[in-house]
């Protein structure tokens, strides 16, 4: 039962920062597009960028990819480890709520008006 506590901490606790770096970078350039008036498309597709780049690095290779464990110690320790599947669904959730929390708050970035 502890064990099952400690897991699910651990996938609060990766939710919790890939939506911090959600909330930095994505919402980070689109304050910068509303605030430096960018224009075109081209910031949003970045922000689609660093929220695939968020999706894909950590644990979303493993995922598709899986791990091949060569020797019976490897075999142990991958046991032992969190899934990488929930991992990935810690990082969608971390993504979805920090990039909207990022849409949220570039809303009320000022814009600016002269320069």
Not at 45 to 54: C, E
Not at 74 to 86: H, N, W
Request: charged share 15%; hydrophobic share 55%; glycine share 12%.
């Amino acid at each position: 039962m502890v064990s099952e506590l400690v897991d699910g901490a651990s996938l609060l606790w990766q939710t919790f920062c890939t939506g911090f770096w959600a909330l930095l970078l994505v919402g980070g350039m689109l304050a910068a597009k509303r605030h430096f008036r960018l224009e075109g498309n081209w910031p949003y597709f970045v922000a689609g960028g660093f929220a695939l780049f968020l999706l894909i690095v950590p644990n979303g290779w493993r995922v598709v990819f899986g791990t091949d464990p060569r020797d019976f110690a490897m075999l142990l320790e991958a046991r032992q480890m969190i899934p990488a599947t929930a991992l990935f669904k810690a990082d969608c959730w971390g993504v979805l709520i920090g990039s909207i929390a990022g849409l949220i708050g570039s809303q009320f970035v000022p814009v600016r008006w002269h320069w």
